[in-house]
Nanobody, 122 residues
Framework: QVPLVESGGGLVQAGGSLILSCAAS????????IAWFRQAPGTEREFVAS????????YYADTVKGRFAISRDNAKNTVYLQMNSLKPDDTAVYYC???????????????WGQGTQVTVSS
């Protein structure tokens, strides 16, 4: 397992942007696929984006496609989620997760960060 720590959340107005970071420790980071999920109060955790080893492949939920971009810098043991054109519906706690294989379901991931809150005001 590789410990994960998210950062970069905050309050932003609709139409604004945020960059989330998922930092990992350990020398095996590059061997893990990383995904972002989000969970709003009273809802199930939902898939946002994922990225495979090295530079891809990448997958996105339809709700964020064209607005969000996931990338990774293995030299810095960090995965980023660039979020543009944010909407109030994007408000949630965002979690990053790691797995040996790339999945779009939370059940495929066995290591999770503590989450970071993103709030988009209208």
């Amino acid at each position: 397992q590789v410990p994960l720590v998210e950062s970069g959340g905050g309050l932003v107005q609709a139409g604004g942007s945020l960059i989330l970071s998922c930092a990992a420790s350990g020398r095996t980071f590059s061997t893990y696929a990383i995904a972002w999920f989000r969970q709003a109060p009273g809802t199930e955790r939902e898939f946002v984006a994922s990225i495979g080893l090295s530079d891809g492949p990448t997958y996105y939920a339809d709700t964020v496609k064209g607005r969000f971009a996931i990338s990774r810098d293995n030299a810095k043991n960090t995965v980023y989620l660039q979020m543009n054109s944010l909407k109030p519906d994007d408000t949630a706690v965002y979690y990053c997760a790691a797995s040996r294989l790339i999945w779009t379901t939370p059940h495929g991931y066995d290591t999770w960060g503590q989450g970071t809150q993103v709030t988009v005001s209208s």
